[in-house]
C-alpha cells in the first residue's frame, strides 16, 4: 500500500487558499494529518475489484430528476423583501464576495 506522507504545511495553506479557507497555524497542521489520511484511504478503495460493478452517480434510484416537472407558485416577492437583510428595486442586495 503506498503510504503519502504528512503533507506540507505549504501545500496545506495553498488548498485551503483554493478553497477560499482561512486557516490558523494550528488548524494547518490539524487538517494536514487528516487530509493525509484521506489519500490513503483513497489509495486504499483505488485497489477494490470493480468488475462488473456499474458506474452511478448516485446511490438511491429515486432522485430529483424522478419528479414530476410541474409549475409551482414561485416566493412573493413581499414576503422575501421582510426576510432579506436590504431589499432594492426588487433585488435583495447581499455583501460582495468577488475581489476586484
Excluded at 503506498?2 to 497542521?29: C, F, G, N, S
Excluded at 416537472?69 to 431589499?87: H, Q, V, Y
Excluded at 435583495?92 to 476586484?100: A, F, K, L, S
Aim: charged residues 30%; glycine residues 4%; hydrophobic residues 40%.
Amino acid at each position: 500500500m503506498l503510504v503519502y506522507m504528512a503533507l506540507t504545511r505549504e501545500e496545506v495553506a495553498k488548498i485551503a487558499h483554493l478553497a477560499r479557507l482561512e486557516l490558523t497555524p494550528e488548524e494547518l497542521d490539524k487538517y494536514g494529518h487528516q487530509l493525509a489520511d484521506i489519500l490513503v484511504y483513497v489509495d486504499t478503495l483505488k485497489k477494490l475489484d470493480l468488475t462488473g460493478v456499474e458506474p452511478t452517480a448516485h446511490v438511491l434510484s429515486v432522485t430529483d430528476r424522478d419528479r414530476p416537472d410541474a409549475i409551482t407558485p414561485g416566493l412573493d416577492p413581499d414576503d422575501i423583501a421582510k426576510n432579506a437583510p436590504e431589499f432594492r428595486h426588487g433585488m435583495v442586495r447581499v455583501p460582495r464576495i468577488m475581489e476586484d
